[in-house]
């Protein structure tokens, strides 16, 4: 009696805990997700990695990584742990205000072109034509010679480059969902335009689109570090990732430390967010 029971419940808790045994499966996963965390956290509270000031000689000049001083210090005596840690707020904020407004902006196009077509489809296509023709780099430093230097300047410079993709994800998305019965069926109804735009259209067409914000996490991580090492991101001495990597490309024969950890620590958060992005596509695929 008790195999049976034992028997007739192992289904259900093979089932319960299923999702955990997904996720062991995947090691590099639960690293990655552990990686954008630690970001996460350094770029809210960075007091819990360091005490050290960012600002401030703390040691030695040019001291190796040491127990003291986990990747050294630089031409000055400052901590780069604690540039890289302190850093990490100006760089998650940019690539956040660089992924949000070209996801707003590129969906807001793409979901007017794909849903009224005609004329508006051909000028705001178009625009993205034009967008998609020039570099997204090229894009960006336009714009930051018309706004400025900084790093809300590049942010906004990077979102503005990101457009034509998220324009193209959701008309083409909006084009395959006006098709479909159930709208032609609310249209009849007499449902009004804007109402079934954001009740009906909007929430069918956003999954492929958040999905290309994921995507486009990482390729805004690098835009915005390669603009802030040629030097259009905050001034010194503001630490800031691509600023610290060319801060120390000077020296990357008596101190390599100073360019190549924040150099790897760019490098490591960009994998991890394509690898996160690459779970979420393909989870996106297996659920439709």
């Known amino acids: 009696m008790s195999t ?8 259900a808790d093979t089932a319960r805990f299923a999702w955990l045994w997904t996720i062991l499966r995947q090691p590099g996963l639960i690293l990655s997700w552990a ?66 407004l070209g996801l707003l902006i590129g969906s807001l ?9 005609r004329w508006v489809d051909d000028i705001l296509m178009r625009v993205v034509d034009v967008l998609l023709a020039v570099p997204a780099l090229l894009i960006s430093l336009a714009f930051i010679t018309a706004l400025g230097f900084g790093t809300v300047n590049i942010a906004i410079a990077v979102g503005i480059g990101n457009v034509a993709a998220f324009a193209r994800v959701m ?19 007499g449902i ?21 914000a994921t995507l486009e996490l990482g390729l805004a991580l690098l835009s915005i570090s390669a603009l802030s090492f040629l030097g259009f991101g905050a001034p010194p001495p503001a630490p ?3 600023s610290l990597v060319a801060g120390g490309r000077d020296y990357l024969s008596a101190a390599w430390w100073m360019a190549s950890l924040p150099g790897a620590v760019i490098a490591v958060t960009v994998l991890s967010a394509n690898r996160i992005a690459r779970s979420i596509n393909r989870q996106q695929y297996v659920s439709v």
Do not use: C, K
């Open 4 to 11: 049976a029971t034992a028997a007739g419940t192992r289904p």
């Open 240 to 242: 800031e990732w691509g």
């Open 171 to 189: 008309r083409a998305e909006v084009l395959r969902i006006r098709g479909m019965a159930y709208i032609e069926a609310t249209t009849f109804a």
């Open 35 to 100: 990686v954008l965390v630690a970001v996460l956290l350094a770029a809210a509270v960075p007091s819990l990695f360091t005490d050290a000031d960012p600002l401030r000689a703390t040691g030695p000049r040019l001291t190796a990584p040491n127990a003291q001083h986990l990747f050294g210090t630089d031409n000055l005596g400052r901590d780069v742990f604690s540039r890289v840690v302190h850093g990490t707020s100006a760089s998650v904020q940019a690539v956040a205000v660089a992924v949000l």
């Open 192 to 212: 009004g335009r804007l109402r079934l735009l954001t009740r009906h259209v909007l929430p069918n067409a956003a999954g492929p689109v958040l999905v290309l």
């Open 109 to 117: 196009m793409g979901l007017l072109a794909g849903y009224f077509g």
